[in-house]
C-alpha cells in the first residue's frame, strides 16, 4: 500500500492539540485521517525564526510521522498574514471588501509555497500518494511537479469555492487557477463550490469541462474534479463523552444555568462566522419577547485567531462592544444572558459543554463545511437531544437539512429560530436529530479519507 502523505499550512504537532478550539476543524480532521494510515503530515511548525533551515524537524507520534519547518518573520508576513488571510481567506468568503490586493504577499505566497516543495522533496518516496490541504497551498502541486515528481497528487480545498464574478478581482487568478491542474484530484466541500469551480474552469480559463464526471482538460493536463463533504472522528467524539473531563464540564455548564437553557455557539473569532450578526440576532430575540431572558443564557466560545491581521482585530473589537451593549441592556443582577469567552477549549470540555446545551447556535456567513455543526450533532443526548440552528450559507447546511436552516444576515430570523428551538416539542427534537445523527455518523471521517485517497488511487496517472 502506498504511503500517505498530507501536506497542510498548520501541523497539529501533540504540544500544540490541547487548543482544538483555534485550530479550527481541519487540523483534527487530518489528524484522524492519518492516525488510521499512518503516514507523513508536513507543514509549518507554528514557529518563526530568522534564516529558518529548509530541513524539517521530524518526530513520530501515535505512528504518525510530522515533519515542520518553521517560516521567517517576513515570510510569515507575507504568506500566512498576506496573501492566504487578508486576499485568499476574505475573498474565498466573499468578503472582497475585506480583500487586500499587493503584488509583494502574491510573491511571498508563490516563495513560501516553492520552499515547502523543496523542503518537502527529499522526504517523498517515488510510490508517496500526496495529498495537500487549504487555499494556502494551491500551487504546491505545481512547484513539486516542476521539480520531477510524478506522484499521485490530490487537493482539497477546506473553504468555499467563490462564484466567477467575484474570483476575477483577484489580479492574475488565471495563474493561481491554472497551478490547480498540476494535481491528479481536486475535493471541495460540497456541491456548491464544485459548480463555481468548474464554471470557472470552462469560461474564464477555456477548459474542457466534463459536469457529469468532473473532468477538466487544460494545455494537454487533465484533472478531476469532485464533492467530498468532510465529516468528524464520529467515534472519538461518542468515546470523549465519557471521560470524566467532559461529564464535569457538562455538569459545570447545567449547575451554572440551572432553570435556564443553554444554547451554545463554538468558532474561531472570524468575520466569516457570523458573530456580530448572531449578536444582533440574540439581541432581537430579547427585544422581541423580554420575558424570556430567564428562559435562555447564551455561551459563545470564541478562541481569538490570526490577531495579527487588521480586519480580525476589528472583528474582535466589535464583539466585545456587542456583547457588552446585550449583557448591559438585558442583565438582572443575579443573570447575565451572554457568556463571551475568548479562550480555547480541549475537544473533552468542549463535547461536555456541547451535551449540556440544548441549542447549538452556527450561523457563519459562508463556511466551506462547518465542522462545529457535527461535532454538536454527535454529542447529544439520544433520550433528549438539542436543536441545531444552522446558517444556510454553510456547506453542513446541503447534509444536515433537518436543523433549523436560518439566514444569518437576518436578525428576525435569527430571533424566530431561537423561539422554536425553545418551544420545540421532545419529539420533533428527537426526529430532526435522529436522522443529522446518522449523517454525522455515516459520513465520517475515515468515510471521507477512504473516497478521497481511494478515487486518487484509481486514476491512472
Ligand atoms: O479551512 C480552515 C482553516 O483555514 C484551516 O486551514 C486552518 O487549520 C484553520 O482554519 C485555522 O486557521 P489558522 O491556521 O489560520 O489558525
Known amino acids: 500500500m502506498s504511503r500517505l502523505v498530507i501536506i497542510s499550512n498548520r501541523v497539529a504537532v501533540p504540544k500544540a492539540r490541547g487548543a482544538a478550539g483555534a485550530q479550527g476543524g481541519l487540523a483534527g480532521a487530518l489528524n484522524a485521517a492519518l492516525k488510521k494510515s499512518g503516514g507523513l503530515w508536513f507543514g509549518w511548525s507554528g514557529e518563526t525564526s530568522e534564516n529558518p533551515s529548509s530541513e524539517p524537524h521530524i518526530g513520530t507520534y501515535d505512528g504518525v510521522t510530522m515533519a515542520t519547518i518553521d517560516l521567517s518573520p517576513h515570510d510569515l508576513d507575507e504568506y500566512y498574514n498576506g496573501y492566504a488571510n487578508s486576499t485568499l481567506w476574505p475573498l474565498f468568503h466573499y468578503r472582497i471588501d475585506l480583500a487586500r490586493f499587493e503584488r509583494e504577499t502574491g510573491r511571498g505566497y508563490e516563495r513560501v509555497n516553492e520552499r515547502f516543495a523543496s523542503s518537502l522533496a527529499p522526504l517523498l518516496e517515488p510510490d508517496d500518494v500526496v495529498w495537500a490541504h487549504d487555499y494556502h497551498l494551491i500551487p504546491l502541486g505545481e512547484d513539486l511537479r516542476r521539480k520531477g515528481f510524478t506522484n499521485r497528487m490530490g487537493f482539497f480545498l477546506h473553504t468555499p469555492w467563490p462564484a466567477t464574478r467575484l474570483l476575477v478581482s483577484l489580479p492574475y487568478h488565471e495563474r493561481l487557477v491554472k497551478t490547480m491542474l498540476a494535481y491528479d484530484l481536486l475535493g471541495f466541500q460540497c456541491d456548491e463550490w464544485l459548480t463555481s469551480f468548474l464554471h470557472y474552469c470552462e469560461y474564464e480559463l477555456g477548459a474542457d469541462v466534463d459536469e457529469e464526471s468532473g473532468r477538466i482538460e487544460l494545455d494537454g493536463l487533465t484533472t478531476i474534479a469532485r464533492a467530498y463533504p468532510i465529516g468528524i472522528d464520529y467515534q472519538h467524539f461518542k468515546e470523549l463523552g465519557e471521560t470524566g473531563e467532559a461529564r464535569q464540564t457538562a455538569q459545570r455548564v447545567l449547575s451554572s444555568t440551572r432553570h435556564r437553557t443553554a444554547m451554545i455557539g463554538v468558532d474561531r473569532l472570524d468575520y466569516s462566522k457570523g458573530l456580530p ?82 441549542i447549538g447556535l452556527v450561523t457563519p456567513l459562508r463556511d466551506g463545511m462547518n465542522l462545529v455543526a457535527k461535532e454538536y450533532i454527535a454529542c447529544q443526548d439520544a433520550e433528549d437531544p438539542g436543536v441545531l440552528i444552522l446558517s444556510r450559507f454553510a456547506g453542513a447546511a446541503q447534509q444536515l437539512s433537518e436543523a433549523l436552516l436560518v439566514n444569518p444576515h437576518s436578525p428576525d430570523d435569527i430571533a424566530e429560530k431561537i423561539r422554536q428551538a425553545l418551544d420545540m416539542p421532545l419529539a420533533e427534537r428527537k426526529a430532526r436529530w435522529k436522522s443529522m445523527r446518522n449523517c454525522v455518523r455515516d459520513e465520517n471521517i475515515q468515510r471521507w479519507t477512504e473516497n478521497f485517497t481511494g478515487d486518487l488511487d484509481k486514476l491512472v496517472r
Request: charged share 30%; aromatic share 8%; hydrophobic share 35%.
Open 277 to 358: 450578526e448572531r449578536l444582533d440576532g440574540i439581541g432581537r430575540f430579547f427585544d422581541r419577547f423580554p420575558e424570556r431572558v430567564q428562559d435562555l443564557v447564551y455561551i459563545q466560545i470564541a478562541p481569538p485567531s490570526r490577531e495579527d491581521v487588521e480586519s480580525y482585530k476589528r472583528i474582535r473589537a466589535e464583539l466585545e462592544q456587542k456583547a457588552g451593549q446585550i449583557n448591559g441592556a438585558r442583565s438582572r443582577i443575579d443573570l447575565v444572558p451572554i457568556r463571551y469567552v475568548n479562550q480555547g477549549h480541549t475537544q473533552g470540555q468542549l463535547v461536555g459543554a456541547y451535551r449540556a446545551c440544548k
